[in-house]
Nanobody
Framework: QVQLVESGGGLVQPGGSLRLSCAASGTSFSIYLMGWYRQAPGKQRELVAVITSTGITNYADSVKGRFTISRDNAKNSVYLQMNRLEPEDTAVYYC???????WGQGTQVTVSS
């Protein structure tokens, strides 16, 4: 019974920062690829960032230089530090584990003045 629980979303002004957290349970966390995705209403879910079991990262072009993904295997957690947020970053952000592929419930991020 793998569960992923996101937290840290909210309302922030353009140029502001948020830190999202994802806590995993029910699995041996350290061996898995972890990722953050986001989905705005009426749009496809898109990959934001991924991090391998050993800490190698990749980012969508739209967030490079602004977002940082990290993980703490001892805490079974993955994080997304989001800086210099823009209105276009507004979406529900989802944590993902896999392969095999599990999703969290999502957390809303709204960037608005």
């Amino acid at each position: 019974q793998v569960q992923l629980v996101e937290s840290g979303g909210g309302l922030v002004q353009p140029g502001g920062s948020l830190r999202l957290s994802c806590a995993a349970s029910g699995t041996s966390f350290s061996i898995y690829l972890m990722g953050w995705y986001r989905q705005a209403p009426g749009k496809q879910r898109e990959l934001v960032a991924v991090i391998t079991s050993t800490g190698i990262t990749n980012y969508a072009d739209s967030v490079k230089g602004r977002f940082t993904i990290s993980r703490d295997n001892a805490k079974n957690s993955v994080y997304l530090q989001m800086n210099r947020l823009e209105p276009e970053d507004t979406a529900v952000y989802y944590c993902h584990l896999g392969p095999p592929g599990y999703w969290g419930q999502g957390t809303q991020v709204t960037v608005s003045s």
